[in-house]
């Protein structure tokens, strides 16, 4: 974690509940040895893993399956200069388990664009870090015209 006035940082208990109230994320890997951000709706399980919901077919499930992922998510207020972010980090993997997928397709995440066959990306967060800033430039007075 970064130290940096203004900043707070966040227990694991605090970041997998700003998750739970982010409707959007982003999910880093790797493609062709270089670093790729998507943004992607998502939704926490039970147990604080992350699911996805993609097509079988996708690119991501392809590129995710089995590889270490960073996951982040956020929430900012220009005008207050305040928000959170939050960033897991954890093996992925394309949920097989029939059972498993049966039960996701009922509580897991919708797809924002559904495909004939979809699959179930699990992120599971071994490393949970976040942070906050409230306030922002107005903590020490600095005009936010500044």
Sequence with gaps: MYANDGFRELDREECLRLLASAPIGRIVHTRQALPAVLPVNFALDEDGAILLRTSA????????????????????????????SVVVTGHA????????????????PLSWAPAPREAFVRIEPELVTGRSLVGGRTMYGVSLAS
């Design 57 to 84: 077919t996708s690119e991501l499930a392809r590129a995710v399956d089995g590889a270490v992922v960073a996951f982040e998510a956020d929430e900012v207020d220009t005008t207050t200069h305040a928000g959170w």
């Design 93 to 108: 993997a394309v949920v097989t388990d029939p059972a498993e997928h049966a039960r996701l397709s009922r509580t897991g």
